[in-house]
């Protein structure tokens, strides 16, 4: 293997270097990160003890107080270049994404790609962090709000988007005046360390403290240090649904503010009306894109019973033509999961489908030989199960799709609807009246909704996020920003006199 492009991002294959990004902190104790590609160690990255940790705060904390004082879109500008210098290094960082991570190159590309995307995004927004003005009751008053940083945020990131969901909350984050301590999985370190140190470089070479943005490594236990700590008024957390409802209890028990991005169970409504191959390259990338470990994958298909043998066939040929292996070969479609605990998830859930009188369609399966060395590499299958089975309603992070067969448009969202989660949904038709009541009230509960493109593939320019048990929070684009802002209300007195609202009168 290649590593020349660890060397381009700064990252030293034996010893990544601290977890801080700060060079004074010199843990003894290292996270050793394995390829599921083909089993290989990559490089260690230390684990901040707590006393480091410690460090960590006090550093963003007083850089907080430089970074907080610059206009909006000075730090703005700070953003740009750090887009600027993605641009230059997105080959070699989407390379260690696809090799760290598993997902296919042209994902990983991708992924770096909304990091530039979200820099360009949160550019123009320094200059738009717009309060309102009101008309106060009382005369000569003027009131107005106006929206103040909430000073450090924590970010804990996910192994299946080890970059572009932390550039989501940081560099939005960032142009809104806060700084960052960031959490990444400890599943996908290196790529981490590589963000780190391209920011690190700008910042210092703007005369910027390094403390603007800091990162930490390791277990749950850093991540415990980071919910239970009131100095950090906000915590971003994206991974499950158990995690997110303990991060959030944790926060809330401080009156901390949590914005949660937690588990998905996404599905396509597929009508008499849809378009049969849109449906097919929608349904299959959002099945098998990431080896199903998006949390926007699509894990049913709920599919009208008139068309339903047409589907199952088209979507049955296309499976058998799914190539799987190393996804740095642009050749192949699916990689690998990220490793044996998600090989076994896996598994397990073929087995509870069985269990539950499901039928493999196409079957699953670990794949055995020298091209799947690391043992992480899985068959993509579908399965034909009741949508009342209770492994329907759980999230498995692996490459399973279920079909279930509806007869009314109400019942298909009834089925989809009737999940814990509420992240992502779409529906394949060319009927008006079937979209727009999908989209309406009466139809999709989840957080984003879709018309004729499948669930999985969000751009950065609209609010991401989800309802129930995917948690509630928004990041990306749209009005976003405001998760990371404290808004405040003004009046403004500038008669001679102190009139009181609602006309009470209180004269001495």
């Known amino acids: ?125 320094s200059r738009q962090l717009y309060g309102l003005t009101m008309h106060s009751e009382r005369p000569k008053h003027r009131m107005y709000e106006q929206w103040h940083p909430y000073g450090v945020v924590g970010i804990i990131s996910a192994f299946n988007f080890p970059v572009a969901v932390w550039a989501w909350n940081a560099m939005i984050a960032l142009v809104c005046g806060d700084v960052c301590v960031w959490k990444p999985s400890e599943k996908t370190p290196l790529c981490a360390v590589a963000c780190q140190n391209i920011l690190s470089k700008v910042l210092k070479d ?3 403290p390094e403390g603007v943005s800091c990162m930490v490594t390791g277990d749950y236990k850093i991540g415990e240090l980071l919910t239970q700590d009131t100095r950090i008024p906000l915590i971003s957390a994206t991974g499950s649904t158990r995690m997110g409802k303990i991060v959030g209890a944790t926060v809330a028990s401080r009156m901390g503010e949590s914005l949660l991005e937690l588990g998905g169970n996404n599905a396509i409504i597929i009508t008499q009306n849809a378009d049969l191959d849109s449906v097919l390259v929608g349904a299959v990338f959002g099945a098998v894109g990431t080896c199903g470990q998006r949390c926007t994958s699509t894990r049913r298909l709920i599919i009208h019973d008139s068309i339903y043998d047409n589907v199952k066939q088209r979507l049955v040929k296309a499976y058998n033509q799914i190539k799987i292996g190393n996804p740095l070969d642009e050749n192949n479609h699916v990689g690998p999961l990220i490793d044996k605990d998600a090989v076994a998830a896996y598994q397990n859930t073929i087995l509870e489908i069985e269990k539950q009188g499901g039928k493999m369609l196409v079957d699953g399966g670990v794949l055995k030989g020298d091209e799947y060395i690391s043992g992480c590499y899985v068959k993509p299958c579908i399965a034909e199960i009741s949508a009342e089975s209770n492994i329907v309603k759980q999230e498995t992070f692996a490459p399973i799709l279920y079909l279930l067969k509806y007869t009314d448009l109400e019942e298909a969202i009834y089925i989809q609807n009737n999940v814990p989660q509420g992240l992502s949904s779409a529906i394949m038709t060319n009927d008006l009246r079937e979209a727009e009541l999908f989209l309406s009230v009466e139809g999709s509960d989840c957080g984003i909704a879709n018309v004729n493109i499948g669930t999985s593939g969000a751009e950065i320019g609209g609010a991401f996020g989800g309802e129930k048990e995917t948690g509630g929070g928004r990041e990306s684009g749209s009005d976003s920003w405001r998760a990371y802002m404290r808004r405040q209300t003004n009046t403004i007195n500038y008669s001679k006199t102190v009139p009181l609202a609602q006309g009470i009168k209180f004269d001495l």
């Open 1 to 125: 293997m290649d590593f020349s492009f660890l060397e381009k991002l700064g990252v030293n294959k034996t010893n990544a270097g601290t977890s801080t990004g700060l060079n004074a902190f010199n843990s003894k104790t290292h996270i050793s990160s394995y390829s599921p590609v083909e089993g290989a160690l990559i490089g260690r990255v230390s684990v901040t003890s707590e006393e480091e940790y410690q460090n960590v705060i006090k550093t963003a904390q007083a850089a907080f107080k430089t970074w907080k004082t610059m206009p909006a879109p000075k730090r703005g500008e700070i953003v740009r270049q750090y887009g600027e210098v993605l641009r230059e290094h997105k080959e070699a960082l989407g390379r260690l994404v696809s090799y760290e991570m598993g997902k296919s190159l042209q994902e990983g590309y991708g992924e770096v790609q909304e990091m530039i995307d979200i820099c360009d995004f949160a550019v123009g927004l």
């Open 206 to 208: 703007n005369n910027l």
